[in-house]
């Protein structure tokens, strides 16, 4: 579903009459049943992660965080392409590597609910206050929307990316649908 709100989102965005990716009306109404979707699908996985021990994953252990991403970050930028093995590995008490769990965390539960919120508020406009400091709550609202999503897009393109780098340049994308990552 996120994929096809990119398509619509673009199609919407850089939409023209005469050469339409997806005619603007469509995308407008995929776009819109798409997201709904997603909605439905964030409130289940906020759900879950409340009541289930999958939430102990998004935990993030403040002391010494820092240095635990840049050493995560140097093995993605470096030390991968010299065969070091990974300052991290996957276990089931840990399945995400520091770096994978601030993303995550970033892109759940900081992202995900600014897309969400002006999303809702884009489909239900009269929720939106009309001026904040001076410029227009739809300008706003429309802008903080589509800067949530290109991050998000963003985020979509580089984990893709990842899944290429595994022992081969497939065996990582069985791991993006089922979550965890079976090292080789």
Not at 112 to 139: K, N, Q, W
Not at 157 to 176: D, E, Q, R, W
Request: hydrophobic content about 50%; overall charge positive.
């Amino acid at each position: 579903m996120f994929l096809v709100l990119i398509i619509t989102g673009l199609s919407m965005q850089y939409s023209n009459p005469d050469y339409p990716l997806i005619r603007f009306d469509l995308a407008v109404g995929y776009h819109d049943i798409a997201g709904v979707i997603v909605l439905i699908a964030y409130i289940v996985f906020v759900t879950a992660n409340l009541i289930t021990p999958n939430g102990n994953y998004y935990m993030i252990k403040r002391q010494g965080w820092m240095g635990r991403i840049k050493r995560q970050f140097r093995y993605y930028t470096w030390g991968i392409f010299k065969k070091e093995h990974p300052p991290y590995p996957v276990s089931e008490e840990q399945k995400f590597n520091p770096l994978q769990k601030f993303s995550y965390v970033a892109v759940m539960y900081v992202l995900m609910p600014i897309v969400i919120i002006t999303g809702l508020a884009l489909l239900f406009p009269e929720m939106i206050i009309p001026t904040f400091m001076g410029l227009s709550g739809i300008h706003l609202t429309v802008m903080l929307h589509i800067i949530s999503g290109f991050f998000l897009s963003v985020f979509i393109v580089v984990h893709i990316y990842f899944c290429t780098i595994g022992a081969t340049p497939l065996s990582n994308f069985k791991s993006m649908f089922n979550g965890w990552h079976i090292p080789h």
